[in-house]
Structures are given as structure tokens and as C-alpha cells.
């Protein structure tokens, strides 16, 4: 899940303006030119505990891009904590580069050392282009990481609690609409079926809906159209097809000024962060459109309760599920406090995100 943003939204910034802007507490900068590592950590929020998020390898076309997919996505990980009810702050990392030709042993320990200098203050865990392998190399240099495989006594892939939690949310969100959750032939439009979006056709195919899918990588969509019988579609065309329910798996800021006008769909629930280009603005006018929208910081939580019930220790992947569940119920909350008080939802869920924020406030200190 890549959250990759128009060229006008990032240029022209000023860095500390943005870091200002969303109430960051750090951001770190690392380099090292021997294994040619170049990586930025921003740490968002640590009322509720140090933070806790992934950390992503990508080929960013610039640097500001990369800023500003870090600090999206590490603000978007606090109130991931806070609404799911953990006891850990947001924060999130991403390293620039090709990870195919540039991961090594020294290269990722070398990050694992930047990460051992914040003292505790920043968790690792995998993300896009990153492993459980990685996460090993990762932990040789520093204990302040997560997302080992389950034969080191970690938890794991994530992927799949992070799918059944966009699966309950996507439910909660159709008995809003249709009165029932049942997603028995609801026509579903799945964009992006990596790990957790091939995890989640997985579930829909099982609960006999009719399944579109879509993808970059024309050997991913074979795969999985091979193994779950779902329908290929083109990635441009996916925001026309006549669908049920659209399923943002991929990349971020998908819901926008060009693409809401073309959606045919009365859900939007999907694994993807930061799917609203601009949350105020096109929170609004999925709310004009009639569009019910599952916060998606809420609903793709679960690799995140994963991760988190690891770093409490004792790991267990069932009671990960079971904490995942919770999902289908804050879901409708939001949802009620969204038509009852006519916000968009994915600011309904920010304002209780923050409330739990401030209410841990006035007993705890940052970390």
C-alpha cells in the first residue's frame, strides 16, 4: 500500500511548515553513504506510548515526495493506535530506494542502528518491500522492532489481520447501506491485491461476492485471478466499472477531484492508507455523493494490532484476531457519529482519535 501523490502536492513545501502543520514531535533524517542508505523516520505522536509503525522501501521520484509520505503516513498511524484502543504512539519510516538491487545485511543493519539511537522512542515493523527476513537483520542492531517470523517468537506476517480488519470494516459499512452485512453477491472492486489485498479477495471470494480486481504487476493479477476466479479489470478502468463496493488496496490519495465524479459505488472500504487526497475536502463530497467512506486509518488497523500484541510479548496470532474484531463496531460508531452529526466519517474518527489522545494527555507525558 503506496500512497504516491500528484507533483503538485509535494513541491514548493516548507519542511518544517509540514512537520508543524501535523503536529509532528520528530523527524530523523539518515544517511550512510558506505551501504548507500538514505531513510527518514518521523515519530508523530507519543502521548499513548513510543511509536510503533512499518517501515516501507520505495523508489520516491524526490525527496520531498518521500517526506511526505512519511509524515502522512506516521500521523495516520497515531490515530490508528488511539481509535483501536493500543497503548502506543504513530510514527513510520520509510528507506528511498530500490529494494531489489540495494537490500543487504550491512545495509539494513545499518539502519537498525539509526533506528537503536532514538532510545526506544521509534518500533519498527515491515512494510511495502520489506520482510520478515529484513526485520531480522533489522533486530541484530536494535531490540526497538517488530514483525520477526514466528520461529524467533514474533508474529509474523501481519498481512492477513490486517485484511480480516478491512473485511469486518467493509461489512460494517454495507449493513449501514444495504441494512444486512452480508457481501453475498455484492459486486467488489479490489484495486491493488498484494498481501493484504490477495488476503482480502481471498475472504470475499469465500463469501460468494462478485469480485473485480487490479493491479501493477500483471503477474500478481494472474496469480491471483488463477487461484480465486476473481474478474481482471484495467487499472484506469477499475473507477468506472459498475460495482457495489470499491476496495482501495494500493495506492494512496485514489479518492479525488478526478476520481469521485467517476465512481459508481455506494461503499468505499479498503486496506490502502490515506486514500482521500484531501481528507476535508473529498470527505465532503463523498458525503454529496451519497458514498458511505470506512475510515481507512480504522479499518486496515489489524497488521497493526498484530504488531502490537507482539511487542506486549507472549504473541499469540488469535488473540490478535480477536482484538481485530473490535473493528466491526467502532466502524458503525463512526459511522452513526458521521450521519448524526453530517461530517465526513474519516473526520468523525480523527475527532474520537484525538478526544482518547488529549483524555491520556492530562496523565501521561509524551515518550
Not at 29 to 34: A, I, K, L, R, S
Amino acid at each position: 500500500m503506496v500512497e504516491i501523490y500528484p507533483t503538485q502536492a509535494v513541491q514548493n513545501h516548507s519542511i518544517f511548515g509540514d512537520i508543524s502543520s501535523l503536529g509532528h514531535e520528530q523527524v530523523v533524517f539518515c544517511q550512510d553513504e558506505p551501504t548507500g542508505l538514505k531513510a527518514i523516520i518521523a515519530i508523530h505522536n507519543t502521548v499513548l506510548g513510543p511509536a510503533l509503525g512499518g517501515t516501507r522501501m520505495w523508489q520516491y521520484t524526490s525527496d520531498q515526495e518521500a517526506i511526505t509520505d512519511v509524515l502522512r503516513l506516521s500521523r495516520g498511524m497515531t490515530f490508528k493506535a488511539a481509535i483501536s484502543g493500543l497503548n502506543i504512539g504513530g510514527g513510520k519510516a520509510v528507506i528511498i530506494g530500490d529494494a531489489r538491487k540495494m537490500k543487504s545485511e550491512a545495509f539494513l543493519r545499518r539502519f537498525g542502528r539509526f533506528i537503536e539511537s532514538l532510545g526506544g522512542r521509534y518500533i519498527t515493523a515491515e512494510d511495502v518491500n520489506m520482510n520478515t527476513r529484513d526485520m531480522e537483520y533489522i533486530s541484530m542492531e536494535t531490540d526497538h522492532v517488530t514483525g520477526l517470523h514466528e520461529s524467533k517468537g514474533g508474529g509474523g506476517d501481519p498481512s492477513p489481520v490486517t485484511a480480516y480488519g478491512t473485511y469486518l470494516g467493509m461489512k460494517a459499512a454495507a449493513k449501514k447501506v444495504y441494512g444486512t452485512d452480508s457481501l453475498v453477491g455484492k459486486k467488489i472492486a479490489v484495486q491493488g491485491v498484494g498481501q493484504v489485498g490477495g488476503h482480502l479477495v481471498e475472504r470475499l471470494v469465500k463469501e460468494n461476492a462478485r469480485v473485480f480486481i487490479t493491479d501493477i504487476s500483471e503477474e500478481r493479477l494472474a496469480q491471483i485471478h488463477k487461484t480465486s476466479g476473481a474478474i481482471v479489470v484495467g487499472q484506469d478502468e477499475i473507477y468506472d466499472i459498475d460495482m457495489d463496493i470499491y476496495a482501495p488496496c494500493a495506492l494512496g490519495a485514489t479518492i479525488n477531484d478526478n476520481t469521485i465524479g467517476r465512481l459508481r459505488c455506494q461503499v468505499i472500504a479498503g486496506a490502502a492508507n490515506n486514500q482521500l487526497l484531501d481528507e476535508h475536502k473529498h470527505g465532503q463530497m463523498l458525503i454529496d455523493k451519497g458514498i458511505i467512506y470506512a475510515p481507512d486509518f480504522l479499518i486496515n488497523a489489524g497488521g497493526l494490532i498484530n504488531v502490537y500484541a507482539e511487542y506486549l510479548g507472549g504473541y499469540k496470532r488469535e488473540v490478535a484476531y480477536q482484538q481485530a474484531e473490535n473493528i466491526y463496531h467502532t466502524c458503525m460508531d463512526i459511522l452513526d457519529k458521521s450521519a448524526a452529526e453530517n461530517i465526513p466519517s474519516q473526520q468523525a474518527a480523527i475527532k474520537l482519535a484525538e478526544k482518547r489522545i488529549a483524555d491520556m494527555g492530562k496523565v501521561k507525558m509524551s515518550y
